[in-house]
């Protein structure tokens, strides 16, 4: 199974893979206001956006992007998640946006059963982001997707992977974030060949809010410092 593209670091020694069956389950009703679909490309810098705001203060991207504050932090964030953004749709990945009216308030990449790990498309784009990246921080990214890697345990069933999620922090805890995970569980319900939905955490404080959608903990690695 393919670990989270996004970091852990050094403050965030205890990595906890998280899985449950993806049968039998409705999505979670949003209500009129709210949707859920295939996100844009026209919209993939909101996106990105969006993300960064989300991620702004985790200490994983604090720790690859030390060198940079501010302004330049920020921007950092933006065109590393427009990258991760890239990398799903090389392989045609689901990169799924949620709406509140006409705002784009959410984004899930999901990584699908028969998806390869790593495909020459994805290779493609990783020039062109390493130029915009301090080689510093572009090997900080490395060392710890490389350190990732190796802590990540197989899984022998087909399964979808949730690489990322997230909200705007204006509708953080409404439920939006929980509504993603259920629309995962039924895209892996419907799907012939996957049998159960895997993510990775790095903060221990998400551990009871997946819990309580029914995951279990699988693994459970100590990550060292990078």
Known sequence: CRPVRGPSGRHSPDRRRFGRSGHAHVILPLGERFQIDHLPREQRGDLARLIAL????????????????????QAALVRNFAYYIDLAWAVDDPVL??????????????????TPDWTESQEQLTPEFSAYV???????????????DDNTPP???????????ATDPDYQGRGHGRAFIEMAIDMSRRHSDSAAVC??????????????????????RTVDMV
């Open 134 to 148: 301090d080689p510093q921080s572009f090997q900080r990214m490395l060392t710890f997707e490389s350190m990732m």
């Open 155 to 165: 899984l022998k069933v087909a399964h979808h992977y949730v690489d990322l999620v």
């Open 199 to 220: 993510l990775s955490t790095e903060t221990p404080a998400n551990h009871e809010f997946y819990e309580r959608l029914g995951f279990e903990v699988v693994s459970s």
């Open 54 to 73: 989300a991620f702004h203060e985790y200490p994983p991207f604090q720790h690859i992007y030390a060198n940079l504050a501010g302004a330049a932090y």
């Open 97 to 114: 946006g949620m709406w509140d009216g006409g705002r784009l308030i959410g984004g899930m990449l999901v990584h699908l059963p028969e």
